[in-house]
């Protein structure tokens, strides 16, 4: 079993900034390849961002590109997701994920992570 804890969250105006934190234990934390998921009141989880095992592939959705940064640090079991120039539509609650399956790739797909956060709520006011 893997726990993943979320931190970071909160109400911030728009263009500010925000750091999420999502601290992992129960397995080898440079095993897992990590992702932030988010949902929004009324829609669908989707993902936000995620990174390989080692770091070294990341993936991120078109509507965060240039503004959203992932990494990890495989020394403190902590996948964080730096956020900036934050918009109204940014708004969601963000879910920390982490696969154990075999693959050192980057994943985009609910269905292919197997532990979740319990969420932490990102507004942003107009």
């Known amino acids: 079993q893997v726990q993943l804890v979320e931190s970071g969250g909160g109400l911030v105006h728009t263009g500010g900034s925000l750091r999420l934190s999502c601290a992992a234990s129960?397995?080898?934390?440079?095993?897992?390849?990590m992702a932030w998921f988010r949902q929004a009141p009324g829609k669908e989880r989707d993902i936000v961002t995620s990174?390989?095992?080692?770091?070294?592939?990341?993936y991120y959705a078109d509507s965060v590109k240039g503004r959203f940064t992932i990494s990890r640090d495989n020394a403190k079991n902590t996948v964080y997701l730096s956020m900036n120039d934050l918009k109204p539509e940014d708004t969601a609650v963000y879910y920390c994920?982490?696969?154990?399956?075999?693959?050192?790739?980057?994943?985009?797909?609910?269905?292919?992570?197997?532990?979740w956060g319990q969420g932490t709520q990102v507004t942003v006011s107009s």
């Open positions: 994920a982490a696969r154990s399956r075999y693959g050192g790739m980057v994943y985009a797909e609910i269905l292919e992570y197997d532990y």
């Open positions: 129960g397995r080898t934390f440079s095993n897992l390849a």
């Open positions: 990174i390989s095992r080692s770091g070294s592939s990341t």
